[in-house]
């Protein structure tokens, strides 16, 4: 009989979801700190760089289905923030995040 190898910790829907709103709301917190454009770009950069540090953490030693969660929404929070200095460039002329 060959041995069969279980997940110990495997991803659910549910893990996945609790990531993404958990990633939701934090990068959410660290935008509303931000008073114009470049305070709410650099606020979702850091917030996004420490959920993907938690992310990987989880990756390793937790719940893989909560990282990707996390890994999913902090990508797209970057391309909403992205998109908004986009925005504001070509509306302006001028660089925002400087």
Do not use: K
């Not at 009989?1 to 990531?19: F, I």
């Not at 700190?33 to 606020?43: C, I, L």
């Not at 950069?45 to 719940?63: C, E, I, P, S, T």
Request: aromatic share 14%.
């Amino acid at each position: 009989m060959r041995p069969s190898y279980r997940e110990p910790h495997p991803v659910t829907g549910g893990g996945v979801a609790v990531g993404a709103v958990a990633a939701f709301a934090w990068l959410l917190l660290f935008g509303l700190v931000g008073r114009d454009v470049s305070g709410y770009a650099w606020w979702t950069l850091f917030a996004g760089g420490v959920a993907w540090a938690a992310a990987a953490a989880l990756v390793r030693h937790g719940d893989r289905g909560v990282a990707t969660g996390v890994a999913i929404v902090t990508a797209g929070g970057w391309s909403i923030a992205a998109a908004v200095v986009a925005v504001r460039w070509a509306q302006s002329g001028d660089w925002p995040l400087w």
